[in-house]
């Protein structure tokens, strides 16, 4: 590790490293690819034989949280060159308590799931936990935001970047799957960087065509003529005014939030429907609904206790209460 602020690597790991996950991503045909793996590759693709990368703290333990997530979720078996990688961004000693916690909570929060049963949708990965993993992930949330001490690192360092929990309150007795259609919008960062620039000139470049358009196919008066361009230049310094406005506050805002609306590709995504049981202070039960969509760059997690076991026809509850005889064989001993 470089004596400097960040992880100095050689290029031969890195491009190593990301070899192997290029292949991984054709073989099993992966298509939720996360911003940071794919950055991660193309710009180890442009560096030269001999060369040394610097990987700065901040980029490291987000890039080091996202692959132990990409890895799990794909099930995907680590290289020693991945591990060295992995050990080297976890070595950095130079981030503040909250990110080192954050980093090292992925280690052990992905470590705990692996004795718990899941289910997998289109790429996403569904836990079905007990009690004492709902008591841990809790008190990793707690610690986690006791430890932030910023706006910068409360709006980066959070359980749901780790682990989308969705009933940390309440646990579960039923839940089923759904698919829905879903459009797609641009809300990443690296994104917004480059699509907010395209979609102003794409903006600009709209209205020039639809006035040019109006003027060649109607024969205005010279006094409308001169209306509509007086309103044509109106537009296109509202869009401007707007542009400027929209790019100086995410540059200065970590809090400003932006959005570019796509309406290609629709996709399908799982939808997950449960219950939750909530205990009253005098004592009664109350039952409520709940709606979440799954997410594919963490894995999801439901605190589960099923109801009628016995009488049960849902494969979660199987999962998690019977006992995997091989194959596809659970059995359930009798009391």
């Given at each position: 590790?470089?004596?400097?602020?960040?992880?100095?690597?050689?290029?031969?790991?890195?491009?190593?490293?990301?070899?192997?996950?290029?292949?991984?991503?054709?073989?099993?045909?992966?298509?939720?690819?996360?911003?940071?793996i794919?950055?991660?590759?193309?710009?180890?693709?442009?560096?030269?034989?001999?060369?040394?990368?610097?990987?700065?703290?901040?980029?490291?333990?987000?890039?080091?949280?996202?692959?132990?997530?990409?890895?799990?979720?794909?099930?995907?078996?680590?290289?020693?060159?991945?591990?060295?990688?992995?050990?080297?961004?976890?070595?950095?000693?130079?981030?503040?308590?909250?990110?080192?916690f954050?980093?090292?909570?992925?280690?052990?929060?992905?470590?705990?799931?692996?004795?718990?049963?899941?289910?997998?949708?289109?790429?996403?990965?569904?836990?079905?936990?007990?009690?004492?993993?709902?008591?841990?992930?809790?008190?990793?949330?707690?610690?986690?935001?006791?430890?932030?001490?910023?706006?910068?690192?409360?709006?980066?360092?959070?359980?749901?970047?780790?682990?989308?929990?969705?009933?940390?309150?309440?646990?579960?007795?039923?839940?089923?799957?759904?698919?829905?259609?879903?459009?797609?919008?641009?809300?990443?960062?690296?994104?917004?960087?480059?699509?907010?620039?395209?979609?102003?000139?794409?903006?600009?470049?709209?209205?020039?065509?639809?006035?040019?358009?109006?003027?060649?196919t109607?024969?205005?008066?010279?006094?409308?003529?001169?209306?509509?361009?007086?309103?044509?230049?109106?537009?296109i310094?509202?869009?401007?005014?707007?542009?400027?406005?929209?790019?100086?506050?995410?540059?200065?805002?970590?809090?400003?939030?932006?959005?570019?609306?796509?309406?290609?590709?629709?996709?399908?995504?799982?939808?997950?429907?449960?219950?939750?049981?909530?205990?009253?202070?005098?004592?009664?039960?109350?039952?409520?609904?709940?709606?979440?969509?799954l997410?594919?760059?963490?894995?999801?997690?439901?605190?589960?206790?099923?109801?009628?076991?016995?009488k049960?026809?849902?494969?979660?509850?199987?999962?998690?209460?019977?006992?995997?005889?091989?194959?596809?064989?659970?059995?359930?001993?009798?009391?």
């Open positions: 590790m470089s004596k400097t602020r960040g992880y100095k690597a050689d290029v031969s790991l890195l491009k190593s490293v990301a070899d192997f996950l290029s292949t991984s991503i054709k073989e099993k045909q992966i298509r939720s690819l996360p911003v940071d794919k950055r991660f590759i193309e710009d180890v693709s442009e560096l030269q034989p001999g060369e040394s990368k610097n990987i700065s703290p901040e980029r490291a333990i987000k890039l080091r949280g996202v692959l132990v997530a990409f890895l799990s979720i794909h099930d995907i078996v680590k290289t020693p060159e991945l591990d060295k990688l992995l050990d080297g961004f976890n070595s950095i000693k130079t981030l503040g308590s909250a990110a080192l954050f980093s090292r909570a992925f280690d052990e929060i992905y470590l705990m799931l692996d004795k718990y049963p899941f289910r997998e949708f289109s790429e996403a990965k569904l836990y079905f936990v007990d009690d004492m993993a709902r008591k841990r992930l809790v008190e990793i949330n707690n610690e986690l935001e006791s430890l932030v001490t910023n706006k910068n690192e409360a709006k980066k360092l959070k359980l749901n970047k780790i682990i989308n929990f969705l009933n940390p309150e309440n646990v579960s007795s039923r839940y089923s799957v759904s698919y829905k259609a879903k459009y797609q919008y641009i809300s990443k960062e690296e994104s917004l960087e480059t699509y907010l620039p395209a979609h102003y000139k794409i903006t600009l470049n709209k209205i020039e065509k639809e006035y040019r358009e109006l003027f060649e109607h024969r205005f008066p010279e006094k409308k003529k001169q209306q509509l361009n007086v309103k044509k230049e109106q537009e310094q509202r869009v401007h005014d707007e542009y400027a406005y929209v790019s100086k506050k995410m540059k200065e805002d970590q809090d400003f939030d932006v959005k570019i609306l796509t309406y290609e590709p629709l996709s399908l995504y799982p939808e997950i429907k449960f219950s939750e049981t909530e205990v009253l202070s005098d004592g009664k039960l109350k039952h409520k609904t709940r709606y979440s969509h997410r594919s760059e963490v894995v999801n997690a439901l605190w589960y206790k099923p109801s009628q076991l016995k049960s026809d849902t494969v979660a509850d199987i999962l998690q209460n019977y006992n995997h005889a091989f194959g596809d064989v659970y059995y359930l001993e009798a009391d």
